[in-house]
Every structure is written in structure tokens, then in C-alpha cells.
């Protein structure tokens, strides 16, 4: 246990194939941590960095290229506790997405040429590829779920992440309902909660940017955005767009059918 | 305006205890014994439970695991998640809180006079602990006894020790299985090859028997097949049925069973009531039993 | 026995002066074109006294919908009490007040729920009278008269509000102004008798409430709840709106030094999968259709036991708050009763309040 051995605790933070947002929100709230953790290494932040084991490592981005893996793969082996930060690292988020919908190949030499010595692979969540102890996502994660999530692994306890559906969350705000009122397409009922319901209480559809909620009902989705008159191929768009795994939505390509 | 008591307690807060001492009693399974600091527990009965608290962590549902519940309280723990893996990682001497006891217990009163056989799956045995050494104390209040006691493998067995001595009274009768019997470490004690409805299959339970029935819930529906096959009557079977619990106090919502509260009413119902509850021993899962 | 009083409509400005002394205000006010909602306000000019119904109920004055119930370090747990400044509660339709009633039976039953009834009994509550629109179906439910809960009742006569006083705090409102209010007088209370009369005959959206929870029992097999269930999005937008829903979730946050923390609770939902999963994964309602049904059962047949009541007053709000348009609960009674054949739910989602 890691009070028992008297010691500060360990954290290092890294990236992958992201956009760094989490790295950004981690930054914000390092003050709140450092007073109990040893930060071995945060290279987006700090040029010193240790290649040691930690007790808490936190990885932001999805395993995109050969080198994040080997990075990845690398880490989990230092590690005590992993845990995967963000939509991109829980997910896949749209880079995973793309790789689904489009040719790798064509994809790397339309973006960087068709002599790029870019190597790219199939962008995966970190957990199709090690053990990953702890998933929080969001699009850039919640500070305070992220600070709990640390409290509860510095006394190594498991952390409590509920995957409820954002419309709960979005009604204890007593928003104003948009796809009732306005008809947007908002994927509340299928999306994680997490971020306070931030769009519709902008007056915004959710694009589902946490990643699926706990047993998504995907088909009843599609079919209240097909009733109000969104096309087929555009509901799938927006349901698939940040990585939400494939075989949720199995029963849907039957409605395509339905349909013509 | 509606009236409240004045210094209204919330029924929330919990009561301190410190763990006393720890027995492995398997390998995931172990017993605490816990001192209680403040409040008073001494009126918990076989079959009522506790909202185990971990500060920081969250509550728990634990059933009360002995009989006599005094300034300690003995509560038996299997390791499956978050709170209860957080509780393996504390010593002796560690501050735990405690709610309760809540639920209304397994019917001692009816119960007197009559034959008994208790039967438990597996961790279900933590109950029936407290409800087998309540009649054991009190023996000559019950008729005749019996234990059914079943298990997936053979090293799951809880409380061998209390069980051998158990098995050497001649005023008991024991059936204890096991799925798979296998290890270096065989349990030193007649163990057969099956479930808990073969056992019943062979214990000579019959129309004068009361029932108390304990375990996984897949267990209920075969175990309640294979009781009215040997003829005992639907009101005499009572069951102890686990059901998600936050607040144990029919507040929250979560332990609802078809139309009751299983914190309140339960966790313990006669056979006749849950047929009138929806969705009350049936259900979806993984486990066989 | 109650008291009659009434007052001109035109004073209602006076009326809200008196009110605002007592304490914070809370009444409708509009959040959008279609929604409304119970918020503080200052003066009457603020509230919408058209509202039917709210986006959240009034439960969430007495239950939160999310707050802590107490702090803990390493030795000591402190209660976190709710402030204990009095409240008014403005513009409680009839069925609102009925769901109040529903939410005191539960957490005033023995262990009473202190958080609760300390909101509870610190806060005056205004009722209002209202004409149904099409969801409203308080009258099906035997919840569209003012029966208990509340202080003051007022009802829309016209050029007067009627007052109904209920309780001494009620009467102490009306005794600190004696030149705002007089004696109700019998045209007055003719006037009051002939608007419920009114209302009554309001109703379209409506089913014979007799035997409604013997049949949903009897129904409980139906494949209508199929055909709702594969619609469910389990989003649980029908719960929080809902005036008597009363589950919740605990969890407990813990702070970085790892030695203190606090245990909240916040509003939880039954339509949710990981409500009733226990240990070993078992779910008692593992699908939506399931958990649907079990919903409709609580609001139309009530629990057997201890309060073996229906506990849906009629208020219409699921129905609007419902994404996929499977909560009319009219429509439901109606196929169950068989007096309706096909399914006409996806319709009733738009939240317009137009009355009768
Ligand atoms: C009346 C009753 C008596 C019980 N007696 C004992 C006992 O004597 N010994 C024992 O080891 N276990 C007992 N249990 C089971 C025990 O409560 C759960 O195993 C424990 O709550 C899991 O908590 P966790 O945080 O470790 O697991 P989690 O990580 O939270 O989850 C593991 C599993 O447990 C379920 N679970 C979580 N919280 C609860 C809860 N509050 N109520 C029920 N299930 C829950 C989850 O849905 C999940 O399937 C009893 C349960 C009930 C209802
Ligand atoms: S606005 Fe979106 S998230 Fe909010 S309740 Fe409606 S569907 Fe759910
Ligand atoms: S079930 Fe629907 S109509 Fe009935 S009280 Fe609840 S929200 Fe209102
Ligand atoms: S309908 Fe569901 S959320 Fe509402 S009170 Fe009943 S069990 Fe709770
Ligand atoms: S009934 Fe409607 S509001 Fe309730 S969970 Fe299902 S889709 Fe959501
Ligand atoms: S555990 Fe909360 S109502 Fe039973």
C-alpha cells in the first residue's frame, strides 16, 4: 500500500496521439497534486524527465504509430496504476473513427504525401493493447473527476466513475430540452456523462464527444433522429464520430435496409 | 408547513468501529471483526445487515455474521470491488463506519418449535452463520437441523474450522459440495461431488421442515423446485435476497423487488410474498450455482 | 377548518412585497420558448404565471438534485445541515402539490430524511390554480384539486385571487396585511365552486382510473411494453422531471491528502442499466423494456408495500421530457385498457401549452 511505505508517490504524465487537451487540464490542476505526488515526468511540460517506475501513470492519445506503442508498452511496464485520460486514449476518439471509414494508406499519402516516411497504423483505444487499470474519458476531462480519480489511486483504492447518460446530468441542470424544443440531433441519451451537459446548456446538440455512456441503446437513438427527419447515413456519422466501438452498432445497418 | 423533530439526527451519518482482528477465511473471503466505537448494534438479528463505510471510498452491505452482536461485530467479506477491495487493503487497529442493522431478519419467531434446515450458496453462508449459531445457542428451542451448505470448488469452503465442529454434533446434519473438488489441500471433512440441489435431493427434508435459503440469486429457482418436490409448503420457505442497497432505509430506491423495499421488508421474504413481487428470483447473470 | 380570504389581482405586486419579507422567493419563471422554471425571484413581474409545468419539479427545493450530506476527516463526521433561512414556494399547481404529498410519505417515514425535512418544513408553500392543456391528466390520477401541503392556495377568479388558508403560518401571512385581504364573499365563493367546475370539464387528455393498477398487473405481459421498451433510450429524462421520484445515488469524494472528504448524494434514476446490478454482475432489469415497465408500474400501480399507492399525479411532464415520445401515460392506460389499439405515441413531444 502506498501509505505504508512512507514515501511519496509517483505520477508521470504523457502523450500520445491526441491534441494534448488533457495534458492542458493535468497542467491547470498540477499544483492541486504536487503537494502529494512526485512528478517523475511530464515531458509537454518539463524538459527533466525520468524514465522510472511510477506509481500513477496517466496517458493521454490513442496508438497511432509503431513508436506510441513501443511508448506505451514501455510505460505500462513501470507502471503500478494506468490510466488512460481522455476520449483518444479511452476511445479512440476520430482518429479511430477515420481509420474505420477510410484506407490508412490513402489517408497518410493524401495528408503527407505519397512518399512520406510517415509510419501510421490503426488508430486504437490504449486498452486494445495493454492492461489499462482506469478509464476516464472526456474531451478534455473533467478537472475534479480527474482529481478524485488521483485521491482515490493515492490510497489505491479504485475510483467510482459512473457511466451514466449525459440527459441525467443535463436535467439536474434543468436545461431546457434541444432535441425536444429544437430538434437538433443532441446524443445525450447515449453519451457518458461528465461535462456538466456543457452544449446543451449552450443550447447545443451533444456530438457525443465523451464516448458512449453504460449500455447505449444505440437503435432506439437512431430511430428518434430518423423520426425527426435526419438522414440515415448522417445519424450513423454523428453516433460514430469519437470512436464509439463498431459493434454497437450492428443492428442499425438493418434500419439502412429498412429503409430502402 | 410540515412539522420536523426538533435536532433531527440524519440517518446518514455513520457510526465509527475499528477492525479488531482479520481471519483469512479463503482465498478471497475473510473475516472481520470489528469493535464498535459508538452507536449500539446489539439488537442486529441472524439475517438483518450493515452498511459497511470506508471514508472516501463508499458503503457496502454486509450481513450480520454472528449471532450475538455486542461490543464487537463479526462480518464475513468477499473481495469483488471497489469498496470491499479497499477493505482488504486496511490492517487491524483501522477506522471503518458502520450503519444499521438494517432489514428485518429471518422469522425466529416462527421458526421455534419447528425443524430447520438452512441451506446456503457459497458466500451465502455468511448469513446463515449468524442464523446456525442462534440455534445452535438456543437448541432446544428448534426441532430437528440441518445444513445444506454448497460450493463452486472445494476451496471456496468458509468457516472449516466451526464446520468440524459442527459436522461432530449429533443433533445437526450436514450436506456440504462442491462443484469441483480439487487441490493439494483437500477439506478435511466429507465433502460430496455436486450442487446445493443434489445435496437436497439426499437431506431428509420434508413438509414439516422450516426453510431459510441464502445465496446467488441463478441458485433460488432450483433450490425452490427441488423443496416443493420434497413436498414443503410454499409458506414455509424464506429467503434472503441480495439486492443493489445505498441507503438501507427505503429512501433511495435501488433495492426495490418488484414492489417492495428489500432494505426494509427484506432481505428476508417468505416464498408466498415474492410471488406476488415481479421480477423477485428471477434474473439475468453469469454465475451456475 | 380552512379560512376563505381573496384579493385583487391588481395587488399581486403588494401580495409579493409581503411574500419577499418572509424569505427568498422561488416561482415559474420562463427558460425558453416551451419550458419554465422554479427560480428565486424578486418581484411578480418575474414570474410566469402562465406556466403549467416545469422543467424540474418543485421536489427539487426539498430533495436536491445533487448535495452533501456530510464531511468527514480522520476522526470526526460533521452533518452538512441545510441553511435554515424560510423560503416561499410560489405557483404549486394542484398535481404538484400532490407529488409534494407523495415525496413527504416517503422521507418522513421513519428514519425521516433530515435534509429533506428541514427544506421542507423552513420553506411556505403558495399554491396556484390552473386550466389543463393536453398533457395534463391530473384528473385521471384523482390528484386536480388542492388537497393538502400546502399554506395558501390561490385560485383565479377572475378580477380576484381566492384564497384558501390551510395553515396558522398561512393565517400569519394573511393577519400581517389585513388591508390586502378581506373575507371571502359568496359571489366570491360561488365564483371559486363554478372554476372547478370549469376546470373539470378542461380535460381531454383523460382514461377511467378504475382498476388501473389491477390491469397494468394484468397486462404485465402485453407486447405493447416490447414495442415501448425497444424505443427506450434509458436516458432517464422521465425520472429527475418526474414529481415523485425520489431515488438517488451516494458516492463519496475523497480529497488528495487522502484524510477527509465528503458523501454526497445526487438525484439517480431507475431507467439506468447499473441501477440494480449487485455482485456478480446480476441485473434483476437488464433491458429497457424491463426497466420501462418497471417505471410505468411504480406510477400506475404504486408499490404493494408500505405505500401501496400510484404515485404519477398527472403532470404531464414525462410526457413532454420524453426524447422518443413512449412516456404518454394516457395512451398507455388506454392500450391496456383496450379502448385504444395502435400505438400514437411519437406524436406527443412537442411541449406547447396551450389550454382549453
Ligand atoms: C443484504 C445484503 C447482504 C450482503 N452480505 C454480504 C456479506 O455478508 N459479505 C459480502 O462479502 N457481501 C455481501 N453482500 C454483497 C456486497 O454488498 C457487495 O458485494 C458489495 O457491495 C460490492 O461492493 P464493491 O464496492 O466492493 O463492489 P463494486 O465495485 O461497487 O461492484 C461490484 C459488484 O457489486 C455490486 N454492488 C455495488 N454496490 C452494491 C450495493 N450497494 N449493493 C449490492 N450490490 C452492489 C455492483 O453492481 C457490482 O456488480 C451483501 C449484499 C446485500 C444486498
Ligand atoms: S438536451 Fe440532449 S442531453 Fe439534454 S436532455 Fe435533451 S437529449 Fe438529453
Ligand atoms: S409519471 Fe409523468 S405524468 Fe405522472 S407524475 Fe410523473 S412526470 Fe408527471
Ligand atoms: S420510477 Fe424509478 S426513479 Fe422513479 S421513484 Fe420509482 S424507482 Fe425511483
Ligand atoms: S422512457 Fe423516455 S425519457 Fe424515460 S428513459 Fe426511456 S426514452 Fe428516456
Ligand atoms: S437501500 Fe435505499 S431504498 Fe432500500
Redesign the pocket.
Known amino acids: 500500500m502506498l501509505s505504508d511505505l512512507k514515501r511519496i508517490p509517483t505520477i508521470a504524465v504523457y502523450g500520445l496521439t491526441g491534441c494534448a487537451g488533457e495534458l492542458l487540464v493535468i497542467l491547470e490542476n498540477l499544483d492541486k497534486l504536487l503537494p502529494f505526488v512526485k512528478l517523475r515526468s511530464f515531458p509537454f511540460a518539463q524538459s527533466h524527465n525520468e524514465i522510472t517506475p511510477v506509481d500513477i501513470a496517466l496517458i493521454e492519445g490513442s496508438v497511432s504509430q509503431p513508436h506510441d506503442l513501443e511508448k506505451l508498452k514501455e510505460i505500462r511496464a513501470r507502471s503500478r496504476w494506468l490510466v488512460a485520460v481522455g476520449n483518444c486514449a479511452v476511445w479512440g476518439c476520430v482518429q479511430a473513427e477515420g481509420c474505420k471509414r477510410f484506407s490508412l494508406t490513402e489517408m497518410v499519402s493524401s495528408v503527407y504525401g505519397n512518399d512520406s516516411k510517415i509510419a501510421a497504423m490503426e488508430s486504437k483505444p490504449l486498452a486494445d493493447h495493454v492492461k489499462v487499470d482506469v478509464k476516464l474519458s472526456g474531451c478534455p476531462i473533467n478537472a475534479s473527476q480527474f482529481l478524485a480519480v488521483v485521491a482515490s489511486l493515492l490510497k489505491d483504492n479504485l475510483p467510482y466513475i459512473t457511466h451514466k447518460p449525459l440527459c441525467l446530468e443535463c436535467k439536474l441542470k434543468e436545461n431546457p430540452c434541444v432535441l425536444i424544443e429544437k430538434n437538433l440531433p443532441c446524443l445525450g441519451p447515449v453519451t457518458a456523462a461528465g461535462c456538466g451537459a456543457l452544449c446543451p446548456s449552450m443550447g447545443a446538440a451533444c456530438y457525443g464527444c465523451w464516448g458512449p455512456c453504460e449500455t447505449p441503446q444505440m437503435d432506439a437513438m437512431a430511430t428518434v433522429l430518423l423520426e425527426k427527419g435526419f438522414q440515415f447515413d448522417e445519424v450513423l456519422g454523428r453516433l460514430t464520430t469519437f470512436g464509439a466501438p463498431h459493434d454497437l452498432f450492428k443492428r442499425m445497418s438493418e434500419f439502412k435496409t429498412a429503409e430502402n | 408547513m410540515l412539522k420536523v423533530k426538533q435536532n433531527l439526527q440524519s440517518p446518514f451519518i455513520p457510526h465509527w468501529a475499528i477492525i479488531r482482528s482479520i481471519t483469512n477465511l479463503s482465498e478471497d473471503n475473510t473475516l472481520f471483526e470489528l469493535q464498535i466505537e459508538d452507536g449500539d448494534f446489539s439488537e442486529c438479528k441472524p439475517g438483518q445487515f450493515v452498511q459497511l463505510w470506508l471514508p472516501g471510498v463508499g458503503e457496502s452491505p454486509i450481513s450480520v455474521c454472528s449471532a450475538k452482536v455486542g461490543e464487537t461485530i463479526e462480518l464475513c467479506i468477499r473481495r469483488v470491488g471497489r469498496v470491499t477491495n479497499a477493505l482488504f487493503l486496511l490492517n487491524e487497529g483501522e477506522r471503518v463506519g458502520l450503519r444499521g442493522p438494517f432489514g428485518t431478519g429471518f422469522p425466529l419467531e416462527k421458526y421455534k418449535g419447528k425443524n430447520l434446515c438452512l441451506i446456503a450458496g457459497g458466500l451465502g453462508i455468511a448469513p446463515i452463520r449468524s442464523l446456525l449459531q442462534h440455534v445452535l445457542l438456543n437448541r432446544e428451542d428448534y426441532g430437528k437441523l440441518i445444513l445444506i451448505y454448497g460450493l463452486r470448488h472445494s476451496a471456496q469452503l468458509l468457516f472449516r474450522h466451526e464446520l468440524k465442529h459442527v459436522l461432530r454434533r449429533r443433533d445437526i446434519e450436514v450436506f456440504i459440495s462442491a462443484e469441483e473438488i480439487r487441490g493439494p489441500d483437500l477439506p478435511p471433512m466429507s465433502m460430496q461431488l455436486g450442487r446445493v440441489t443434489d445435496m437436497l435431493s439426499l437431506a431428509p427434508v420434508d413438509e414439516s421442515y422450516e426453510i431459510a435459503i441464502c445465496g446467488p440469486p441463478v441458485m433460488y429457482k432450483y433450490v425452490v423446485q427441488g423443496l416443493k418436490a420434497k413436498g414443503v409448503k410454499e409458506n414455509s420457505i424464506w429467503l434472503s435476497l441480495e439486492r443493489h442497497m445505498k441507503c438501507g432505509m427505503g429512501k433511495c ?1 435501488h433495492c ?1 423487488v418488484g414492489g417492495r423495499f428489500t432494505c426494509m421488508q427484506g432481505p428476508v421474504f417468505n416464498l408466498t410474498e415474492l410471488r406476488f413481487l415481479p421480477e423477485a428470483i428471477e434474473c439475468e447473470g453469469t454465475e451456475s450455482c | 377548518m380552512q379560512h376563505y380570504y381573496s384579493f385583487e389581482k391588481s395587488s399581486i405586486g403588494r401580495f409579493f412585497d409581503l411574500i419577499n419579507k418572509i424569505g427568498r422567493v422561488w416561482a415559474p419563471v420562463r427558460v425558453s420558448e416551451a419550458s419554465f422554471s422554479f427560480k428565486p425571484v424578486s418581484n411578480h413581474e418575474q414570474v410566469a404565471f402562465e406556466a403549467l409545468r416545469t422543467i424540474l419539479p418543485p421536489k427539487k427545493l426539498f430533495f436536491s438534485p445533487e448535495e452533501t450530506l456530510f464531511r468527514f476527516d480522520e476522526n470526526s463526521i460533521h452533518e452538512v445541515s441545510p441553511p435554515s433561512e424560510r423560503e416561499v414556494l410560489f405557483g404549486v399547481h394542484p398535481c404538484d402539490l400532490a407529488g409534494l404529498n407523495v415525496m413527504d410519505t416517503i422521507y418522513s417515514a421513519h428514519p425521516q430524511d433530515s435534509h429533506y425535512m428541514k427544506r421542507r418544513s423552513k420553506t411556505l408553500i403558495i399554491g396556484l390554480s390552473c386550466l389543463p392543456d393536453k398533457y395534463c391528466f391530473c384528473e385521471s390520477m384523482g390528484t386536480d384539486t388542492p388537497k393538502k401541503g400546502y399554506d395558501l392556495f390561490l385560485t383565479d377568479i377572475g378580477s380576484h385571487y381566492f384564497v384558501q388558508a390551510q395553515t396558522p403560518e398561512g393565517l400569519e401571512l394573511i393577519d400581517s396585511c389585513r388591508e390586502l385581504f378581506s373575507p371571502a364573499d359568496e359571489d366570491q365563493r360561488n365564483r371559486f365552486k363554478q372554476f372547478w367546475i370549469y376546470r373539470s370539464q378542461c380535460f381531454t387528455n383523460k382514461f377511467e382510473s378504475d382498476n388501473v393498477p389491477a390491469i397494468v398487473d394484468m397486462e404485465w405481459d402485453n407486447k405493447l411494453w416490447d414495442e415501448l421498451g425497444q424505443r427506450c433510450l434509458s436516458c432517464g429524462n422521465c ?1 429527475p422531471v ?1 414529481p ?4 438517488f445515488d451516494i458516492v463519496d469524494i475523497s480529497s488528495l491528502d487522502g484524510k477527509s472528504g465528503e458523501r454526497k448524494r445526487e438525484w439517480d ?2 431507467q439506468i442499466v447499473s441501477f440494480a446490478k449487485v455482485a456478480g454482475d446480476f441485473n434483476f432489469r437488464p433491458g429497457p423494456v424491463d426497466r420501462l415497465k418497471f ?1 410505468y408500474r ?2 400506475l400501480h404504486g408499490f404493494d408495500d408500505p405505500y401501496g399507492f400510484p404515485t404519477c399525479v398527472g403532470c404531464g411532464r414525462c410526457t413532454v421530457s420524453c426524447p422518443s415520445g413512449i412516456d404518454d401515460i394516457v395512451g398507455v392506460v388506454l392500450q391496456l385498457q383496450g379502448k385504444r389499439m395502435k400505438e400514437q405515441g411519437a406524436e406527443a413531444t412537442k411541449g406547447d401549452s396551450s389550454s382549453c
Open positions: 430506491g426495490f | 425520472t418526474c415523485t421520484c425520489y431515488c434514476s431507475c417505471w411504480h406510477k
